[in-house]
């Protein structure tokens, strides 16, 4: 146990689980009250994306070179690292939405699968970043979609609902696959390559 212990320090996973708690604590405060309407989806996927960003800190360790020449098996750990960090990102903001059911404005609740969805996408766009720019720019990924999306037009084209996946209800299959496709390439990029030193 003591292994896992120190891997959760060399990843930086207190700190980035401290600013994910923060964040999603953040979102808990602004959106107190008892709104109605419509979701807007924009403050929930803002508050994955930082989660996801901070967690992406811890996808490179302390030593690049020692990582590479350790006996151990790094693909099944980078993988597992990555679906953790995707699943920690969305159960917390999931519980933060169910145990804050009276304070926070029904407009800003997010369902499960919209939850799920973003996290796993984004998380799979930070793995794709660590794998090309490093752990410590593994960030700029998420956050340049996440950029883009909030800026760009109406999604009335499949291209443009690829790209604004992150905003599209919950169901929409272009959103979805996108998440999975996401995911998937940049865990396998990331288990298999490795942080780019």
Do not use: K
């Not at 009276?102 to 939850?115: D, K, L, N, Y």
């Not at 990924?141 to 009335?156: C, D, K, N, R, V």
């Not at 169901?171 to 030193?197: C, D, I, N, Q």
């Amino acid at each position: 146990m003591r292994w896992l212990t120190l891997y959760a320090r060399s990843r930086q996973v207190p700190s980035s689980l401290a600013a994910l708690v923060i964040s999603a604590a953040a979102m808990r405060a602004l959106t107190s009250g008892s709104g109605q309407g419509p979701g807007d989806p924009r403050l929930p996927v803002l508050v994955l994306a930082t989660g996801v960003m901070a967690a992406s800190i811890g996808l490179s360790g302390q030593d690049l070179a020692l990582d590479r020449t350790a006996a151990i098996r790094w693909v099944p750990r980078r993988a597992g690292h990555v679906l953790l960090a995707g699943a920690v990102v969305a159960a917390v903001l999931l519980a933060v939405q169910v145990t804050g059911a009276p304070m926070v404005s029904t407009q800003f609740m997010a369902g499960t699968e919209f939850v799920v969805r973003d996290s796993a996408g984004l998380t799979g766009l930070a793995a794709l970043g660590a794998a090309f720019s490093g752990g410590r720019y593994a960030w700029t990924l998420p956050f340049a979609w996440l950029s883009f999306t909030f800026f760009a037009p109406a999604a009335t084209s499949t291209a443009m609902r690829v790209a604004t996946w992150m905003l599209l209800p919950a169901g929409t299959a272009a959103s979805t696959w996108t998440a999975l496709l996401l995911l998937g390439v940049g865990t396998a990029a990331y288990a298999f390559a490795g942080p780019r030193r």
